[in-house]
Every structure is written in C-alpha cells, then in structure tokens.
C-alpha cells in the first residue's frame, strides 16, 4: 500500500459550520496505531466521524484511504461505544458480526462459506467463539466490545476507528482487546483509537495526539505524555508524575 | 342466505391476508419501538380518507397521501436534534384526529363514518379490497425481504451503519412509508384500533417466545392469522364487534405468552440478587 | 367578541375550558419531560370501557365513577408493565390501549345503535356542559393541582435523573404511579365534557408548544396554560360563527384543537432561531426513530 491510510492537514471540524476541533494535522500509515487522548467533550469523536466522512471538514486537507472522507464512506471500519447500541434488540452474536461482511456480500445474496469462515475466525480471535449463538444484548460490557471489533476484523479494514474501546470494560476484556489490536496492526492495518485513559495510550499506541477543541501535541507517546503537554491540554488539571506514572488530578 | 356466506368467506380472506401484513410489518414496529408512531399514522391518515371520500377520490389515495405527509414530517422532525419525537408524533396525531373529526363533522350522517373509522367493518369487504390486500401484502413481504440485511444493520446499530455507508435517513423514511402503507390498506376494513392491536401484539408476543428474527418474524405472522380467525368466530359466534373481539384475541396471546416469559426471567434473575426498587 | 360567551351555555363551556387549562399546562409540562405522549393517549382511549359500564350501570352519574376506576386501573397496569418487562414500554402501551378500547368497544357494541355513544365520546358535549358538571371539574381540577403541588420536586428529580432520584431514597416506582395518576385524574375530569380529542390534545400540545419559547419548566406550565384559555376562547368563537353565520358544523372540540396546533407550528420557528442563537453543539447519540417514544 502506498500513501498514508489517514492525512489530515491544518483541519477543522464541526457541525453547521461552528468548528468543535481545529488544527488537527495527523499521519497514519498501515500498521500504525495512534491513540486520540483528552477530557470528555474534546472532540475525539467528532474527529472520528469526520474520518467516517460523517462530520463535515470545514478547514484543511483531510485524506482518508487516499480519498476525500466523504468519497471513502463505508471504507473503514467502525467500533462504537456499545452504549449507544439497543441491548434490547433481537440479534445474536454471530448476526453483528456477520453485519461486518455486509458490505461484500451485499444486501440479497446468501452469506458463502468464506463469509462464515470470516465471521467464525474473527470470533475466535476475539475469544468468543463459544457465544455465537447468544444474543447480543445477554453479554456482559467487555463481551460486547469484543463482538464490535470481530465484527470490525470480519470486514478486513485497512483504517480502524474506534471510539472509547476500553470504557467499561473489564481487565479480562480489555486484555484481550489489547492483544487483537496489536495483532490487527502487525498484520498492516492502521488504527485509530480514542481513549481518556493515558496509561492504555502510552501502552498501545505508536503515536500520541492531544486533544482539546484543538490538537495541543503530537508525537511519540514519550514526547507527548509529558507533565507540561498534558496540563496544557487539559487545562487547569494537574498532572502529578512519578516513576513514569501519570495522574490527572481535579484541581 | 348466500349473500352471508359469501361476505363471511371474504371477511376470513381479508382477516388472514391483513394478519400476515400485520405479523410482517409489527416485527419492526416493535423492535424499532415505533407502536406510537403507528397509532399516530392510523390518526394522521383520517383527514386523508374523508376528504378523499367528500372530493370523491380513491380513499386509499386519500390515506397514502396523508401518511406520506405525516411520515416525512416525523423524519424530519426526528432528523433535527433537539426536538422530543415523542412530543411532536403526539400533535402530529391530535392534529390529524381533529382535521378528521371536523371533516367529517361537516357531512352529514357522520358517526356512522367514525364509528366504522375506529372499528371497521370487515364484514362488508369487498372483493376489490382484498386483490388490494393481497397485492400489498406481496410487495410488502418482498421489499422487507431485499432490505432486511441493512434495516437489521440500522436497527441494531445506527451509528455503525451510517459509518459503514448506509443512508440511514432514507432507510428509515421507506421503513415508516412502508408501516403506512400497511395502516392505509389496513383501517378500511378493521379500523385504526384493531391496526394498531394486529401490529403491535402478535409481534410483541412473538418477540417473548424468541430472539431471532426469522423466528419472530414466523410466530408474528402465525399469531396475528390467528388471532385474526379466532376472534372472526367468536365474533360470529356472540355477536360482537370483529375488530374488537380480534383485538381482545391478539391480546390474549400476548397476556398468555407474556406470563412464561416473566416466570423464565424470575427463575433466571432468582440466584443473582432480589432485583432493586429502582 | 364578548357577545357570543353572554349565553349561558357558551359561557360555562369557556369556563370549563379555562378549569382544564388550569390544570393541563402544569401536567401536559410532565407529560412532555417524561415522554407520556403515548401515555396520555392511551388513557383517554383505556376509560372508554368505564364510561360505558358506569352509564349502563348509573346513568350519568355512574359515567364519571366508571372513568374513574377505568382511569385508575390503567394507570397502575401501565406503571406496572412499563418497569423491566420484557415487552418494550410502547408496545405495551399500546396493547393495553387497544385491549380495553375494544372491552368498550364490544360492551357498546351488544346494543343498538352505539354509534352515537361514540361519537359522543369523541367529541365531548362541551355546549351541554352543567353547572353541576363544573363544580365536577373543578373539584377534579383541585385535586390534580394540589397532588401535583406536593409531587413537584420529587417528580422533576425521577424526571431529570432516575438513578440518582432512587439513590436519594424517592421510590420510583410510586412516583411514575403518582404521574399516571394525576393525567388519568384529568382525562376523567375531562373527557365528558370535551371529548377524547381534545383532551388527548390539551396533554400533549400545550407543553410542546411552550417549550418552543422556553427552556424552563414554570415557564413552560404558564405559557400552555395561556394558550389553551387562548385557543379554547378563539376556537368557541370559530365554531360559532362558523355555524350561525355561515351554516358550517364545525365542532368546538376539533376548532379549539386546530388552533392548538396552529400555536404549535406557527411557534416553531421560534424555536430554530433561538437555537441558532444558542449554538450549542449537538450531541450525535440517539438522535432515531427509537425515540418516537419516549
């Protein structure tokens, strides 16, 4: 592959023309992973959309597989936060991420046996092979979120987003989430990963972005994740740094 | 003596064609929880059928051009954020029950016509209603079937499947035309409440006996033939309104499948923790 | 303009209308914060079996017990079956509207001619209203009032933040009875003299038409109650002059429910400029069809 899977030069974002995150410039090649770090509200997802080509570009240069955001719709993959999903519908495990297939087998023909193969591999990755069966709604938190990224794997995306993977999660599940997204990334594909949690963001991620209404830094995580870059982002905040550990304090 | 038999065997038509209309299209009614909406569009499509009626149009025309309205206004409605759906579906519903009710107010001879609105009268159906029944009902079953894979996507997950390419907007529009499309061949012949009770109840009892959907979607159709037939024969039978006693039919299913549900989910919560007051 | 409401029975009809938009502007407030569109509507369709065994059974006065009970009854089964069930809080809304509408149905229907029963369930005999009827209401009116007085602040709290209200020790459970109480207590009170329609109206229009103009909940009770004594008043005077002077039936209940809406769209833009105004920035979650009922 050829290019960066994700370019965004100089960009803002927003709705009806009133920009919630500017200056955001990004790099993201096949095999990347970078992790969208910042308070509540500062726009990580508004910056996803957008790349989902959801969330109109104001300003800048925005490339996504090579393409405007909007030409590319429906070329990356998507994990959302699984509370916005209906816990109550009547769907099972092995149908979402059959959903992830949809796109190649189209809305009339039957799934073939290399979609099965798909969807029953990207359950096994995921540690979940053995709850194809149960409805979506009966798993636990993390379960959930692991059935939202087999069925991101199933659809074999070259740009991954996912918006706050680890939140209610448990250890088990976050683990695991963990190891499927480095394998993802070994295998070439580039990974955009929104997150409050710095130590995940240090841990995971290739390369760091700061976020808050503006892009406040950039770089390797030991660049970014520094005393003086986070509380410039997130304000007032203090940020307390001993043995390589990071607290964010409430002022 | 013939006349009688003849109109009851086209009433049994009509219940079992409606039936599997309703069965069909109440599966997404009630996964989409769009019962409100349904009950609003079964309002909202009366000024259509009187004034078509009063002008001397077709009143189906009449109705499916009512619905479309009251449809498109729901979407959009839905579509700018902010605005509380279930505020605006409930003028929207006033509204088209007052415009109806004043309307045929104007004509004389009127209760009759309202009466018949909410109730039907399945027993004067025609043969004509019923080729418009079945033909519905084909167009129907095909268009939920070719579009079940991305209805299932936005059903379950919106913001997904808007990432994953979809027009979610148009789905959901064709989604509330086809509900209404449903209600408008529906409410001639059994009025807006057993519309209403026929969609929501079999499916809702349906969605208790299992979490697939084909399976659902099975059960629902079966359920609403059903109860369509039962409460046809107990209508004969006591001489009662057919509407009602169908509806009470349709909702004893649901009472009689609601209970084995609770008794699982009380045996399966039992071992957890006594549930909370909250 | 005055003339008109000189008759007696025009005079009392606007009083009656002016006692229910006491009582309808703070409650249809609820109804809107809480999403009970459909609940509402459910009710004034779940007394009908009530109005029919009261009347067979009391007459006249017997209708008002039977709406009461018939009232009553909903309102628990709705409470009831709206918490944690497996069936979705609208479908069985809407189960439990048909069911006992059909119970009504069916009563009405073993006997000749139960159109006209209908009929005038729908439309209410606002011009018929008694002084005794208003005493009624009014009595009804009271009741509604001072309950919602007392339930206010635990009400908006259930409302605003279910989970923290039940950490603070409110019963939930008890107070979404105490709520479908108070709308069932006021289709009771109304529908008689006004009819299904517009009390299904007088519920849910008002509220949503005043929050167009604001954003706070007192506000939002004076406003509705305002413009239902607004357009009970225009939409008497409509309806009469449309039939004495240009020989249209116009009904009063479906004129002063036209107007309603009327308020309710032409305020809309008010609305849409206010929020261009505000500008705040949208939350992308659950903006679906899901939310057609809350």
Known sequence: MTGPALRYDGVSVGYQGTAVLTHVDLDVRAGQRLALVGPNGAGKSTLIKSVLGLVPVLAGQASVLGADPSAARGQAGYVPQTDTLDADFPVSVRQVVMMGRYRRIGWWRPARAADRRAVAEALDRVGLADRAGHRFGTLSGGQRQRVLLARAIASEPRLLLLDEPFNGVDAVSQDEIVRVLRELSAGGAALVISTHDLGVARDLADVVCLLNGRQWAVGAPSEVLTAEKLRMTYGGHVVDVADGQMMLVEP | ?278 | MIAPFELPFMARALAEIALLAVICGPVSVFVYARRLAFVSDAMTHTVFPGVVIGFVAGGLEGLVVGALVAGLLTAVVLTLLTRGGRVSDDAATAVVLTAMFSIGVVLVSRRTSYTSDLTAFLFGRLLTVTADQLVETAVLAGVVLVALLIGARALLFRTFDPAGAAAAGFRVGWLDLWLNVLVALVVVASVRAVGTILVVALLIVPAAAARMVTDRLAVMAVVGTVLIIGAGYAGLLVSWTASLHYGVALTSASSVVLLLVAAYLLLIPVRLLRARRQRRVPSARRSSVHELVG
């Open chain 2, 1 to 278: 003596m013939s006349w009688w038999d003849d109109a009851l065997h086209r009433a049994v038509a009509e219940v079992v064609l409606a039936g599997a209309l309703a069965g069909l299209i109440g599966v997404h009614v009630v996964v989409r929880r769009l019962s409100f909406f349904t009950m609003a569009l079964t309002h909202a499509t009366f000024p259509g059928i009187v004034l078509a009626s009063i002008i001397g149009v077709n009143i189906m025309l009449g109705g499916v051009v009512a619905g479309g309205i009251v449809a498109v206004g729901v979407v959009a409605l839905t579509r700018r954020r902010g605005q509380d759906a279930s505020a605006a579906t409930g003028v929207l519903l006033s509204a088209g029950f007052a415009l109806g009710a004043a309307l045929v107010a104007t004509q004389s001879g009127f209760s009759r016509d309202l009466s018949s609105f909410l109730v039907g009268s399945i027993l004067t159906v025609g043969t004509q209603d019923l080729v418009v029944t079945a033909v519905v009902l084909v167009v129907v079953a095909v268009g939920l079937t070719v579009g079940a894979r991305p209805l299932l996507q936005i059903g379950f997950d919106r913001s997904g499947a808007q990432a994953a390419g979809l027009a979610i907007g148009r789905w959901d529009l064709l989604l509330l035309l086809t509900i209404q499309v449903v209600v408008v061949t529906m409410v001639p012949a059994v009025g807006t409440i057993l519309a209403v009770s026929l969609i929501v109840a079999p499916a809702a009892a349906a969605r208790l006996w299992s979490d697939r959907l084909p399976v659902v979607t099975a059960l629902s159709i079966v359920f609403a033939v059903g109860s369509g037939l039962v409460g046809l024969w107990i209508s004969s039978r006591w001489n009662v309104a057919a509407g009602a006693s169908i509806s009470l039919t349709a909702t004893a299913v649901l009472a009689a499948s609601w209970l084995p549900a609770r008794l699982r989910t009380a045996v399966v919560r039992l071992p957890v923790a006594p549930a909370g007051r909250a």
